[in-house]
């Protein structure tokens, strides 16, 4: 009875692996432009929800792997069995200012489906592990896209192409660039613009050569395929010893990660077969990558912002500034330069009656408008306070013929003639009422002497 169950348990493994083995050749070859509709084996951050394969997010020490359900087979009945071809469309972008762009991707052949990996700080493209010298037990071929500089033997730059086998350490690599007009061009992997690379293994001659291209910015409308822009020469060619590699059954698909900084990686197209040339993929088909409304923009927008609001902060001032200046403005007459020390300003003026305000208006005199007003404290002596007023009361009176001439205004202000004394009776100043008035009473005081005394404080509202 033993026997007979043992029977039975070795036919159902024969029987699901040769299902396996139909289903691999049934599902080859593919082409993706919409991977809602892909028999994909997600896990991590990777998701296909507006139909692109997002692989990687702003998720912090993380990763992301998006495998093909099916296994390919890889027999071992002749040395062409072993070759296949892949084209696929890739975008990263970078979610921290530059110069860092985030962990880096890559297409992945493995001999499990199942490559879930613990992020670390620089997260070995969600492949390899630091806990084991970045090895692993997995039978993997990598085509690393890395994007970040780390302290990896032979991690050179920043911005390559390597070739992996089960190991991080690259077998062969090189700057990112493409062959165009007769040379190499570089390119930045990481610059949010769609790249379209070709990845071929040949079985018969064992030599894996990748190639890449930037996608050109138009997109045309009727078809157009790829095999029009693949460069001539690839940027890697390496010999690999399928021995070291392939099980019978292999998995394909694309595994990205993210540490200390982080990217956005998208896969737009894919298209895949084993044993020949996988189908071009039309240009014309692949979805742009969506618009990018976080990373380095919300830093640039501060970056511009900054300066602006400084700008028009100091504008402001200048303009502040003019106001006051043109407000306080007044014509210094010729005869007044001489005695502009013993003069008061307009704006002292200006700022003791207020501004001129109407409820500091005592009537009019023959010079215009008079004010009340208080002056600041300064070092000036009562005697000559007492001597201004009078001078303004003579000046006020309504008869012309009693007001003095310019020459004795001077002459009283030098000290060489006294100022005569003024009867509020008979002065008739240009006030209605004044002589029955209350008389106004100012109060100043000064640094060099204190006094109170009642007088008539007049002001003159013109220059």
Known sequence: MAGVVGSHSIWMMLSVHVMLL?????????VLYDFRGANLYLDGMANINDGRLHLTNDTETSTGHAMFKVPMNFSTSSPSSYSFSTEFVFAIFPLQKPPSYGQGMAFVVASKIDLMANGTATSGLGLF???????????????????????EPLDESGNHV?????SIVSVHHAEASYYSEGKMKPLLL????????????DGVEKVLNVTLAPVP?????SPFLSTSIKPSVPLLSKSINRSEIFNETMFVGFSGSTGSTRSNQYILAWSFKKGGKAQSLDISKIMDAPDQKSGSKPTLILVTTIPTVFILIILGGVIYLL???KKYAEVLEQWEKEYSPQRYSFKNLYIATKGFRESQLLGA???????KGLLPSGNFKAEEVKMLLRLGMLCSQSNPENRPSMRHIVQYLEGSVPVPRISFDTAGFGMPNISNETVTQMTTTSTSANYSFEDITVLFGGR
């Open 22 to 30: 139909v289903l691999a050749q049934e599902k080859d070859p593919f």
């Open 129 to 151: 592990s630091l806990d084991n010298k970045n090895k692993t037990e997995k039978q993997i071929l990598a085509v690393e896209f890395d994007t970040n500089k780390s302290s």
């Open 365 to 371: 005199g023959g010079f215009g408008k008079v004010y």
């Open 323 to 325: 106001y006051k200046k």
């Open 162 to 166: 390597g070739i992996d086998i089960n």
């Open 190 to 201: 990481a610059s949010g613009k769609r790249i379209l690379v070709w990845i071929d293994y």
């Open 217 to 221: 910015k138009s997109t045309p409308v």
